[in-house]
């Protein structure tokens, strides 16, 4: 079973930064893309970020494209969401996910069933 753990959330201003981290299971953290992806209050879950299991490729949201950054470190089996200039609007529940990614055209990312408990990321304007 694949096990997913976020951390790194809190209170920040808008303009500020953060970095979520996520800490998977070593054995298939290796194999697979891994995604970011976010619910705010009222909404549906939705896609924020994503990297292939190779890191060398990733997927940004356009709402999110230039202010952040997603990263893996296979040693540490964790996979990161570094984001600055935040915005109210980015105020959610932030979750990771194991999933798979594929090109057509442009990279796509597709969620796998597993998902973590979330970690809360709240911008105050």
């Known amino acids: 079973q694949v096990q997913l753990v976020e951390s790194g959330g809190g209170l920040v201003p808008a303009g500020g930064s953060l970095r979520l981290s996520c800490v998977a299971s070593?054995?298939?953290?290796?194999?697979?893309?891994m995604g970011w992806f976010r619910q705010a209050p009222g909404k549906e879950r939705e896609f924020v970020a994503a990297?292939?299991?190779?890191?060398?490729?990733?997927s940004y949201a356009d709402s999110v494209k230039g202010r952040f950054t997603i990263s893996r470190d296979y040693a540490k089996s964790t996979l990161y969401l570094q984001m600055n200039s935040l915005k109210p609007e980015d105020t959610a529940v932030y979750y990771c996910?194991?999933?798979?990614?594929?090109?057509?055209?442009?990279?796509?990312?597709?969620?796998?069933?597993?998902w973590g408990q979330g970690t809360q990321v709240t911008v105050s304007s």
């Open positions: 070593v054995r298939t953290f290796s194999n697979y893309a």
């Open positions: 990297i292939t299991w190779s890191g060398g490729s990733t």
């Open positions: 996910n194991q999933g798979i990614m594929y090109y057509s055209g442009t990279y796509r990312y597709t969620s796998g069933g597993f």
